[in-house]
Structure formats: C-alpha cells, structure tokens
C-alpha cells in the first residue's frame, strides 16, 4: 500500500511508527526518512514548523539529521536522513546486551542530550526505542515532534492530559513542557529498564503516572552495585531539582566500577538457518520459504521449532525473539476490527523493527509482546497486540 508523500518525494515503503514514519527518495535518487506529524491545525502547524526548523541547524554526530521540515498545507512532514540500522530496543529484546554496551548507548545518548540543552531543546522520549546503531554510529532520533523550548515551556499554563505514548512520564506533572531535568530522569529509567530487561512501569497513562508521582522508583532487579543503584536511583528522584547534571551522570558511569553481574552471550546462529531466518522476517507470509525452514530445522534434530514454524501450535518453541519472526499466533486485540484485515502475526509486513509489523488494510503498527508488562502497555495504549504464547499458556 503507498503512502502519499509530499511534493518532491517519492514513497518507497512503510518503516513502522507512529505517527507514520516511511522511506521515500528525493528526485536525486537520495534515500531519507519522512515522518507524518499528524498535524491538520493552521496554528499549531505553524508552530511546529517554528520549533523544529532550527533543529535542521544542529550538526553533530550523536543525532539523526534533520533535512527538512514542510507544511503542505494540509499536515506537517519532517524529512531525515535514512533511519537504518538497528533500534536498542531490538537489541535488548534479543537479549545478551552487555554490561559496556548499555554504557556505550548511554553515554552516546549523554552526548546527545548535550548538544539539544545547549541548543535550549529537551528530547522528552529518550528511551531504547530512540536510540539507533546506523552506519555512522550510534545516533539518537529526533525529539518529540511537539517539542518546546524551555524559556517558552516558563511562560505556559498547566494541563493534564496523556502525552504521546513514546513520551517519558515524569513525576513533575506541574510542568507539561519538562525542563532538561525530565531528560536526566529518562536517562535512569533507560538505565533502569536495559539492566531489568522490562518495563518499569506497565499500565495506562494515568495508572503509571500515579505511581510515579506516589512512589519512588522501584529498585532495579538486576545484580547491580550500591554505586549504580544510587546514581540510578538519583537520576529517577522525583524532585526534578535533586537529579545530577549530565555531566555527572557521565563522570559517574564507567563499567568496571559498576557492574558486579556477568551477561551471557547467545550461540553463534548456524549461518544457513540465519539465511532462512532473514528471509522469513522480510517476508512472513511467504509459505514456501517458511515450509524450507520448518524442513530443515527438522532435518537438523529441532522438531519442536519445526512444527511451531508450521503451524500455529500453543505450546512455545525457541526464544522469545526467534517466536516474535516465526510465529503465527492470533491478534490478542484489534481496535479498528476490520474483516478484511489479518488476524495473524505472520498475514501482518514487515518492518525494519523486531517485534512491529504493519497493517496494509488499516495502515496502523501492530506489536508483538513477549512479556506482561508489554502486553498491558500496549493494550492501555489502544495498540493492535499479538500476544507471544509463552504469555497464553501462563494464563
């Protein structure tokens, strides 16, 4: 299915997202990036216009580029360069992400946090899944499309409304607009959450904002040291005044100092099974190259795997990424509940991410969970679910 594109832009295909986010190519022949703000009113056009086009200003190797900012009149569109690569998000959903990795990212996001303040700009949704490791690096994505300023965020009156879902949940509900303080506290829950393997916090907005604004932060379940716990612990305060600056959170993050657990790393893949694999996550609804995996996972002594590749069977086989490529299982929810669109994992396009696939008929993303906590937050967000059956067979 295309996607109309603005003036000047030729639509490739769908990445995923929302809002709609797909690869298209200039007239040159040059790949980019475009994102549907989703933006119909005059106004607040304008001004997101206003806010983003000095972003395409911003040089620096921690951040995807903005090339262009365009209001056609009709809705707001923000042209980037190619976002390929691999989402931290997907790494940590594969799992065996080491302790350094996570300190890399972190300090990569550190740097790129740095550049927006001095910019005046606060990101509001430094989590795993704005974090990419393309070509050049690892870079972070562009700031929340309704971002604002902080001199301008001084002079706003108070609402309380649900953010976008990407949006961080800060326990200064005073604030709408978050001070570079709310991006510190995103800096601890991404901490927080790469060491814990899962969400913190699961539920509906307001089911998560209450707990943040009554309750300190949870202890991270991982085997950490005293120090990490406690710079974690600072980062997450709900006294937006009491976290550290960057550059202490910086200072204050080298590994060997405090990481007491040992990360295991996966098997190597057998390179002939990868091959297939990579072919059924581009194209999983191709039958015959499923029927060929399912064949020689058999051939090779792996029956179990070989018949959940076949068929839809209850009873999991393999990992939780390897099910979220292969599966077949059913739509846990649907909100739009069109006959003509898939009911299956496998009927759904791929993506460029793991675990979110893309709905021809009703243009929306569809995500596969592999924990409760996954499963609850996409539902409170009134997201299509593909629920794992690891998670069915639990109930």
């Known amino acids: ?20 986010q ?15 703000a989703r933006v119909r009113a005059p106004g607040y056009r304008r001004q997101v216009v206003e806010r983003l086009a000095p972003m395409s200003a911003i040089r620096s190797d921690h951040l995807v580029q903005i090339l262009e900012v365009i209001d056609d009149g009709d809705d707001v569109y923000v042209v ?21 990795r996570i300190f890399e990212v972190v300090d990569r996001a550190i740097a790129a946090l740095e550049v927006l303040h001095d910019a005046g700009v606060v990101h509001r949704k430094l989590r795993a899944s704005a974090i990419l490791t393309a070509p050049r690096g690892i870079v972070i994505d562009i700031p929340d499309i309704g971002y604002i300023s902080h001199a301008e965020a001084a002079n ?5 409304l649900p953010p976008p879902p990407s949006t ?27 060491f814990a393997g899962h969400a913190m916090h699961a539920g509906s907005y307001f089911d998560i904002l209450r707990r943040v604004i009554g309750e300190p932060a949870p202890a991270c379940p991982a085997a950490l040291s005293d120090e990490l716990r406690g710079l974690i612990a600072r980062c997450l305060d709900r006294d937006p005044a009491a976290r550290p600056a960057l550059a202490e959170v910086r200072r204050d993050l080298p590994p060997s100092r405090f990481v007491d657990l040992l990360t295991s790393v996966p098997a190597p893949v057998d390179p002939d099974e990868a091959a297939l694999l990579a072919t059924l996550r581009d194209e999983p609804g191709d039958e015959a190259a499923r029927l060929v995996y399912a064949d020689w996972l058999e ?3 792996d029956p179990d795997r070989a018949a959940f590749v076949r068929t839809a069977v209850p009873t ?5 990424r390897w099910r979220s490529i292969v599966s077949r299982a059913a739509i846990a929810r649907c ?21 979110v696939r893309h709905c021809e008929r009703c243009t929306l993303p569809v995500f596969y969970a592999t924990t409760p906590e996954e499963a609850a937050a996409y539902t409170a967000d009134g997201e299509i679910v593909v629920v794992d059956p690891a998670l069915a067979t639990r109930t």
């Open 168 to 194: 961080i949940v800060l326990p200064e509900v005073d604030r709408i607009f978050p001070t570079p303080a709310g991006d510190i506290y995103a800096i601890g829950l991404l901490l927080w959450e790469a």
């Open 22 to 36: 797909f690869r298209a190519r200039e007239a040159s022949g040059q790949a980019v990036t475009i994102r549907d």
């Open 316 to 320: 999991p086989a393999g990992d939780a």
């Open 299 to 301: 051939e090779h002594g």
């Open 80 to 100: 980037t360069e190619p976002l390929a690569g691999t989402w931290f998000d997907t790494e940590l959903r594969r799992g065996g992400v080491s302790p350094d």
């Open 335 to 355: 909100p739009s509940e069109r006959p003509s669109c898939p009911t299956q994992w496998d009927g759904f396009m791929a993506t460029e991410r793991d675990g």
């Open 156 to 160: 706003r009156p108070v609402l309380i």
């Open 1 to 20: 299915m295309e996607i109309a594109c603005p003036d000047g832009y030729t639509f490739v295909r769908f990445e995923g997202g929302d809002p709609a």
